[in-house]
């Protein structure tokens, strides 16, 4: 079945660590995108990326990393930069010019 | 800029009520536009989108939506709740068309009562 996985579902950091998050896709999707959800706030854009080898900010990449050495990954490093990094994060991709995202199921990143 | 505005963070109707969430969006160019539902901690998964064409726009579990330009809404409509229907539903607005990045508002949350 074609679609975009995460993993972990679940993941504890402790304050000062990077943590990273993984993403892929077997959509054959050119663009991927990773955004942080937090209670009554939306999803806010974190990086995106539609080409291999290239990304772009979003509105809030402040201690956050990502790469695209392969089309179908897009893994997230969460640094310790980040104040406060505890929220669910979701990665999406999509063709390009289409509009439409598809959305993986999310991981639950909790510092402590 | 472009923005969304969903109006009410929470909603709660009877089971068999209808359902109305409302969505106004700003946009300087034709718009793209996105239903998303969330059920607790899970992705976003497509209800429904208009993109050009018919205003009125179906979508799956029964949930349709009406892009009307001279309101600048897309409001979220179903006629009869059903339980499973309670979720959070997020209405995006995609920057320049089919060009660029979508715009979420901040989410309703859906309950509904037996």
């Known amino acids: 079945d074609g679609g975009i996985t995460q993993s972990p579902k679940y993941l504890f950091r402790k304050e000062g660590q990077n943590v990273t998050l993984s993403c892929e896709q077997n959509l054959n999707h050119d663009a991927m995108y990773w955004y942080r959800q937090d209670p009554g706030q939306g999803l806010r854009l974190i990086y995106y990326?539609?080409?291999?080898?290239?990304?772009q900010k979003g509105d809030i990449a402040e201690g956050y990393s990502v790469s695209r050495e392969k089309k179908e990954s897009f893994p997230l490093t969460v640094t310790s930069a980040q104040k406060n990094p505890t929220a669910f994060y979701l990665c999406?991709?999509?063709?390009?010019?289409?509009?439409?995202?598809?959305f993986g199921p999310g991981t639950r990143l909790t510092v402590l | 800029a472009q923005s969304v505005t969903q109006l009410g963070s929470h909603v709660s109707v009877s089971e068999g009520a209808l359902v109305l969430l409302r969505c106004n969006y700003s946009?300087?160019?034709?718009?793209?536009l996105f239903w998303y539902v969330q059920y607790p901690n899970q992705g976003l998964q497509l209800l429904l989108k208009?993109?050009?064409?018919?205003?009125l726009v179906k979508g799956i579990n029964g949930f349709e939506a009406e892009f009307k330009k001279s309101e600048t809404s897309f409001h979220l409509t179903k006629p009869s709740a059903h339980m499973s229907d309670a979720a959070e539903y997020f209405c995006?607005?995609?920057?320049?068309?089919?060009?660029?990045?979508?715009?979420f508002g901040k989410g309703t949350k859906l309950s509904v009562k037996p």
């Open positions: 999406a991709s999509s063709i390009l010019l289409s509009g439409e995202q598809f």
């Open positions: 995006a607005v995609s920057e320049g068309g089919s060009q660029g990045n979508l715009i």
């Open positions: 990326s539609q080409i291999v080898n290239d990304f």
């Open positions: 946009s300087s160019v034709p718009p793209y």
């Open positions: 208009y993109t050009t064409g018919a205003t």
